[in-house]
């Protein structure tokens, strides 16, 4: 996180404890700014984005949100996505009697876009995917996907925890139904805070499993005031909207946005694509087994060394590596028995090299080679 969106952060705390009214003060008017200019980073407009928690809470909010019927699936490739997507599911099924339909990674651990397209029926409701894996860092096709969903009237929700801020992703011209978003990896900023973004046309076709004062168009009414019993949902993903926001958090990522505003996307993706293949070819010169990478296609800025399923051996030494990267100031994430390198944009090529270089000192390196050959 920027130490600018620290500062920001800050600032509305010392605005809170002088007891800024909420009503003319412009601490609160961060949740607005926000909203627009994470619109903005992903070619949608400020109607079409509600503000969340995390992206759990964003793939809650759709999958619980549709109208299910006993006999209709869902489709999501469990081997690789997160937990937060398939728990969601199961959570559909065991309340309402759906489907959930899994699919298999393809050979190189990527998002089954061909079989995805064969097990959608009549009764497919949505298809979860990330638009970057966490577990193998394989990129999906989501343009691909995204068409063919929408041919079939099937919502196409996307985990874009892993990619939104670092990699370019046009939701409209993806053909993305909704994309949820937290606010603490590539957007910088901290948690407790995310983003979902619901296409207009969908989200007011749809009503929300929970509703909110803020859910309810009254015009510039106050919060306050409630209405009738009849009543007008907020257009597009505003009426998703719930209750007051974490405004702290808001002001830090406003400040965040505009540092990647200014960077722009494409450039900052050129950048960490750059970065990712540097340290593919480097870290595969050494002998390391990389789960990442092997397809240009579903290349990321993701590279995650391991394998597809490690033995107690790859464990012991994977995590003997990662705290002989730490030792050295490099920092990674465990992730089942692998390693996950992220880049974004203050990383550097000497970073790369160093990373490479400190990976050749290992003595262990030879034994996690010919464990994983």
């Known amino acids: 996180m920027p130490s600018a969106s620290r500062t920001a952060a800050m600032a509305f705390y010392d605005a809170a404890v002088l007891g800024a009214p909420k009503e003319t003060s412009d601490?609160?008017?961060?949740?607005?700014?926000?909203?627009?200019?994470?619109a903005r980073l992903i070619g949608a407009t400020a109607n079409e984005v509600t503000l969340t928690r995390n992206v759990t809470?964003?793939?809650?909010?759709?999958?619980?949100?549709?109208?299910?019927?006993p006999g209709d699936n869902a489709i999501v490739c469990s081997d690789i996505e997160h937990p937060n997507g398939v728990y969601a599911l199961y959570n559909m099924r065991d309340r309402h009697g759906i489907e959930v339909r899994f699919v298999s990674a393809t050979a190189d651990y990527a998002m089954p876009v061909e079989t995805i397209e064969k097990r959608i029926d009549?009764?497919?409701?949505?298809?979860v995917a990330s638009s970057v894996t966490f577990a193998t860092g394989a990129r999906t096709?989501?343009?691909?996907?995204?068409?063919?969903?929408?041919?079939?009237?099937?919502?196409?929700?996307?985990?874009g925890a892993q990619s939104v801020g670092a990699l370019d992703l046009p939701v409209h011209a993806s053909h993305v139904d909704a994309l949820a978003v937290g606010a603490?990896?590539?957007?910088?900023?901290?948690?407790?805070l995310g983003f979902l973004f619901i296409r207009r046309e969908l989200a007011e076709s749809m009503r929300p499993a929970y509703l909110g004062r803020y859910s309810v168009d009254l015009g510039d009414a106050h919060e306050g005031v409630q209405g009738g019993e009849q009543y007008q949902l907020?257009?597009?993903?505003?009426?998703?909207?719930?209750?007051?926001?974490?405004?702290?958090?808001?002001?830090a990522v406003d400040a965040s946005l505009d540092i990647i505003g200014a960077a722009t996307v494409p450039a900052i993706e050129k950048h960490v694509m750059n970065l990712s293949r540097k340290l593919d070819a480097g870290l595969r010169a050494?002998?390391?087994?990389?789960?990442?990478?092997?397809?240009?296609?579903?290349?990321s800025h993701l590279v995650i060394v391991g394998t597809w399923i490690p033995t107690p051996e790859d464990l012991q030494l994977m995590s003997e590596l990662s705290a002989f990267y730490a030792?050295?100031?490099?920092?990674?994430?465990?992730?089942?028995?692998?390693?996950?390198?992220?880049?974004?944009?203050?990383?550097?090529a000497d970073e790369v090299d160093a990373v490479i270089t400190a990976t050749r000192e290992w003595q262990k390196l030879p034994l996690l080679a010919k464990a994983s050959s």
């Open 141 to 159: 096709a989501l343009a691909r996907l995204g068409e063919f969903c929408r041919r079939q009237g099937v919502m196409l929700l996307v985990d």
């Open 327 to 348: 030792a050295r100031g490099i920092r990674v994430s465990e992730r089942m028995g692998r390693l996950r390198f992220s880049f974004h944009l203050y990383n550097t």
């Open 57 to 69: 809470e964003g793939l809650n909010m759709m999958i619980a949100s549709l109208d299910w019927k």
């Open 234 to 251: 907020m257009p597009g993903a505003r009426r998703f909207d719930l209750g007051s926001y974490n405004y702290a958090a808001a002001s």
């Open 184 to 192: 603490s990896k590539y957007l910088c900023g901290p948690y407790g």
């Open 286 to 299: 050494t002998g390391l087994p990389l789960i990442s990478g092997s397809v240009a296609d579903h290349q």
């Open 122 to 127: 009549k009764h497919t409701r949505v298809v």
């Open 27 to 38: 601490v609160f008017n961060a949740v607005e700014r926000v909203r627009e200019k994470f």
